[in-house]
């Protein structure tokens, strides 16, 4: 894994930006990255966990994502800003087909998450390899040790030694288990609200998913604890690919790799979070980090 | 130009609300007392004047003994108490499985004529009289099996206490936070396991309340108890046979000409609202327990 570099040093990087095509015009599918083009050699970088192609995704009639495409390279921290209502979490929630519970949603295009072609997918499966962290808390009222092993429980492990220990385990990754190692039969509502976030994370992490999706995972958290859950997350990203959505831009630039900025639907650009901030491409995304809307 | 928000709290009058506002203020508290005192009132009598008259007849013969034929002093409901038991058990465990089904049904997937079909049939049963149920009980069960039995009265209570469980579960299922479900969900649960292992654990502390509020009401039933279970002056605990229970013990013994039958109905009395009581306490001791 490579480390965490300075913004100068990362903008030497090799993956090429890739610009959606601009606002209003009928957009063809974005050129394929080098690192998936087909007959291009093979790079040393991992294979991409999510790629996204040509993908757009309608309420009734009402086209929520356009045209959306780019690629998420494994471990790797990605951040998708942009304004409320611009199709973030809705973008999100197609990685693990959440938007399926919406009556009416369409989607066109293909979306490919750890391998699996999402539409096709079965949607256990699916959920089991891509976890999910949400903007609220929402531990179950039971147990912090019932909480983790829900999802192990779903796999169908009974024995009671391998759940302890993937509990165990699962929370010392969620960097909580010094704090609930001698309460695990405690309701999780009695934890604070930072713990709790930890301990969806922890949740998540029981059934070693291989992408984590996160939805504004600290805006209900006060600032200590936000900090807590954005060191956990450059911490993850070693072993697993993420995908957090964001409107706070500094959280963005300080834990992600590469930046997406969605605007009403469109995948505006995507870059390398240091270059997308200082020098972006469009003037779209340069007014908006810069405040001037949104 | 807003004026700074000091200068704003300084703009306010001095010396607080003016006197009409005081004044509406106290008028508006005093209605609100009256009418709390017109609610609790008319309970804290009922409750007074049962255990000021029950009182004398309890002791724990009363509990143990049988009822005694007429003219015999002495003797007890112990017949009566067992089979209120009986019959609240069986028509709750009854009421509970198929109105709390239906309340999850309508709750999880509740949508479409259908459903809407059952809901109103739910709040039609709810307006119709104890006493249409028991005939309707009498003609379904105990023309059927020939006799009056238990069983029957616990149908009877439980087709009772269907509509309040039945909207109870509904409203409570509903009000599971749909973050519960989405959590369940992206972790791989398929909706019958999040509907099993979240929603109705969750949900549970208010099915047991619900239920707890209808099988109070079914215990002190007697209109259709009269049609269906009938009344039993000897020892039965058998479901197929007539069954004694409280309120009709009660109805039976305060319309007799006899003093000490009459003492005996309002201990009878004082009995059922203890038990009524010391259930549902014991019930949401153990929900909070659980929960």
């Known amino acids: 894994m490579k480390p965490r570099a300075g913004w100068m040093s990362l903008a030497t990087q090799t993956r090429p930006p890739s610009v959606a095509p601009a606002r209003g015009e009928s957009a063809p599918p974005p050129p394929a990255p080098a690192a998936s083009a087909p007959g291009a050699p093979p790079v040393a970088e991992a294979p991409d966990a999510i790629s996204v192609r040509d993908f757009s995704l309608f309420y009734g009639a009402h086209p929520a994502l356009k045209h959306i495409g780019f690629d998420v390279p494994a471990h790797s921290v990605t951040a998708i800003i942009g304004p409320s209502g611009c199709g973030k979490s809705t973008l999100l929630r197609s990685f693990n087909r959440m938007n399926d519970l919406i009556a009416g949603v369409r989607t066109e295009g293909e979306v490919r998450v750890a391998g699996l072609d999402v539409r096709s997918a079965d949607v256990v499966e699916l959920r089991r390899r891509v976890g999910m962290v949400f903007q609220r808390p929402n531990p179950f009222p039971k147990s912090i040790f019932d909480n983790v092993a829900f999802g192990l429980r779903?796999?169908?492990?009974?024995?009671?030694?391998?759940?302890?220990?993937?509990?165990?385990?699962?929370?010392?990754?969620?960097?909580?288990?010094?704090?609930?190692?001698?309460?695990?039969?405690?309701?999780?509502?009695?934890?604070?609200?930072?713990?709790?976030?930890?301990?969806?994370?922890?949740?998540?992490?029981?059934?070693?998913p291989e992408v984590i999706l996160m939805d504004e995972p600290a805006s209900a958290l006060d600032p200590t604890a936000t900090a807590r859950i954005e060191e956990l997350v450059l911490d993850l990203k070693r072993a697993y690919t993420i995908v957090v959505v964001t409107h706070n831009m500094q959280q963005a630039a300080r834990i992600s790799d590469r930046t997406a900025f969605l605007l009403d639907g469109e995948l505006i650009e995507i870059d390398e979070t240091p270059r997308l901030f200082t020098s972006p491409s469009r003037k779209l995304t340069e007014d908006y980090i810069t405040g001037r809307f949104g | 130009m807003s004026p700074a928000p000091r200068d704003r709290l300084a703009a306010l009058p001095r010396g607080g609300p003016g006197l009409a506002r005081r004044a509406w203020n106290a008028l508006v508290l005093a209605g609100c007392g009256a009418g709390l005192a017109l609610v609790l009132l008319p309970m804290i009598m009922l409750v007074a004047h049962i255990v000021a008259r029950g009182l004398p007849g309890l002791s724990l013969a009363f509990f143990v003994s049988m009822p005694k034929p007429v003219g015999e002093p002495g003797g007890g409901m112990a017949n009566a108490i067992v089979g209120t038991m009986i019959l609240v058990g069986a028509c709750g465990l009854i009421a509970v499985r198929v109105g709390g089904g239906t309340g999850l049904y309508l709750a999880e997937y509740g949508r479409g004529p259908f459903a809407g079909a059952v809901r109103y049939a739910a709040e039609l049963l709810a307006g119709v009289p104890s006493i249409v149920v028991g005939v309707a009980a009498y003609g379904l069960v105990v023309l059927t099996i020939g006799h009056f039995s238990a069983i029957a009265g616990a149908i009877a209570l439980a087709?009772?206490?269907?509509?309040?469980?039945?909207?109870?579960?509904?409203?409570?299922?509903?009000?599971?936070?749909?973050?519960?479900?989405?959590?369940?969900?992206?972790?791989?649960?398929?909706?019958?396991?999040?509907?099993?292992?979240?929603?109705?654990?969750?949900?549970?502390?208010?099915?047991?309340?619900?239920?707890?509020?209808?099988?109070?009401?079914?215990?002190?039933?007697?209109?259709?108890?009269?049609?269906?279970?009938?009344?039993?002056?000897?020892?039965?605990?058998?479901?197929?046979?007539?069954?004694?229970?409280?309120?009709?013990?009660?109805?039976?013994?305060?319309?007799?000409?006899?003093?000490?039958?009459?003492?005996?109905?309002?201990?009878?009395?004082?009995?059922?609202?203890?038990?009524?009581?010391?259930?549902?306490?014991?019930?949401?001791?153990?929900?909070?327990?659980?929960?």
């Open chain 1, 154 to 208: 779903l796999l169908g492990i009974r024995d009671r030694a391998e759940l302890e220990a993937r509990v165990e385990q699962s929370l010392l990754r969620a960097a909580l288990w010094n704090e609930v190692r001698d309460r695990l039969n405690r309701s999780a509502l009695q934890l604070s609200g930072g713990q709790q976030q930890r301990l969806c994370i922890a949740r998540c992490l029981a059934v070693e």
């Open chain 2, 159 to 291: 087709i009772l206490m269907l509509p309040t469980i039945v909207r109870s579960t509904e409203e409570v299922v509903r009000l599971v936070p749909r973050s519960y479900r989405e959590a369940a969900l992206a972790l791989g649960a398929p909706r019958w396991r999040v509907v099993q292992s979240v929603v109705l654990p969750a949900a549970s502390a208010g099915i047991v309340t619900a239920s707890m509020l209808a099988l109070a009401r079914a215990a002190g039933e007697t209109a259709p108890l009269l049609l269906t279970a009938l009344g039993n002056r000897f020892w039965s605990v058998a479901l197929d046979q007539p069954i004694a229970s409280l309120p009709v013990m009660i109805f039976d013994y305060a319309r007799a000409p006899y003093s000490d039958w009459n003492q005996q109905a309002w201990t009878g009395a004082l009995v059922l609202l203890l038990l009524v009581t010391a259930v549902s306490a014991m019930l949401r001791l153990a929900v909070r327990r659980i929960g």
